[in-house]
């Protein structure tokens, strides 16, 4: 989810409940071994080892197997985190990796220095109905690699539209509405308006990770910029999430516990009424459905407001994908490609739906949401659908600074001025920046 909340935090948070155990990749089989098993053509399969993943691939791999009976798949798991991203470089490197794998679309995927290591996928049918937006984070001037795996979901504003129903409050569309239905939701009492919880401090980046399609509606070039080094967080666009981080502390907006509380308070304090409005992923729609379900149509999401209407845009985090290696050669090449459209036919799409919750839609045409589906699904679905929707940084840019969520809790805790937690991001990134020997740094 990339530092947090970039792919490996998602994968931490849908992983909730579930202990993080290193399981070995050492069994992972090499593609280079033979082909034939007792008259069939087997592949491996490697994906994290998160439960919902596991769920979500004992079911896919048992229904392609059914479909194709001259074929076998052997999963092998990975750690979740940085211990995952070592192993898939290092087995990519050396030749060992698996003929298909799970891993993040975007900046990490570029770290793989895919036109060396991947098979291009540009040319296969099911990858003219990839989304366009989807499509960018999984490809170079040279091809694209990957084949999306589950759903998309966003960045964006939790809330209980119970509470927003009692008190007649509308959705905000500029960041000066939402601040004056916090007010007003302060001012009724018994209801925390804004929920922070840096008990788990990586939660407290979303007000400025999930404002960056609101800068990219303001400047369109502004990623490319940023990796160049001509653009900064002290100067707006930018500044606004750190300003909004200020400002609701300042306006004694948050929970009073805002300093210990854990995100799976926040998720109950959200569900219970007891809080109105929560910064955070959609895909944590997974944790109230599965702790509170009563609760699940309670629930709705909104896109970070702008200053200007017209700039608000929901920030969208890009599904995790499908990739192939160029070690995968003959039958097993054959074999993994068929796999790979399996998971993005209707069939394949199914299993998806019947095994996982979805946090936002599909990035292709050929999967859709079932009939119901909670209402932030839906949410996010029709800022999508309306083009009001944009990549996260992380998908445009290779650079996050390691330190951002505990900047973000200073500047969230009132220890920190807005313009200062800026400035120290801009520092935080610096070092990443040289490691990747970017021009400019």
Known sequence: MPARPSRRLTTRLLAIGGAVALIGSTAACSSGGSADTGGKTQITFQTDNAPTTATTTKALVAAFEKANPDITVKVDTRPQGTDGDNLVKTQLSTGEMSDVFGYNSGSLLQALNPDNTLVDLSGESWAQDVDEQYKTTVSTDKGMYGAPFLTSFAGAILYNKKVYDKLGLTVPT???????????????????????????????????????????????????????????????????????????????????????ATQAAGLKMLADGTGAQYPMLTNAIATIQQDNPDAVDDIGAFAIPAANADDTTLTQWQPNSLYIPKTATGDKLTAAKKFVAFANSSEGCTVQNDTSTPGGPYAISSCTLPDSVPPIVSDVAKYVSDKKAGSALEFLSPIKGPNLEKICVQVGSGISSASTGAKQYDQDVVQQAQQLGLQGW
């Open 174 to 260: 500029t960041w000066d509405e939402f601040i004056s239905n916090s007010e007003k939701i302060k001012s009724a009492g018994g209801v925390a308006p804004v929920i922070q919880t840096y008990g788990d401090t990586w939660t407290s980046q979303l007000l400025v990770l999930g404002d960056f399609a609101n800068i990219t509606a303001q400047q369109s070039d502004w990623a490319d910029q940023y990796t160049k080094h001509k653009e900064s967080y002290t100067e707006e666009p930018a500044l606004a999430g750190f300003e909004h981080l200020a400002e609701i502390k300042d306006k004694g907006l948050l929970n009073e516990d805002f300093a210990s």
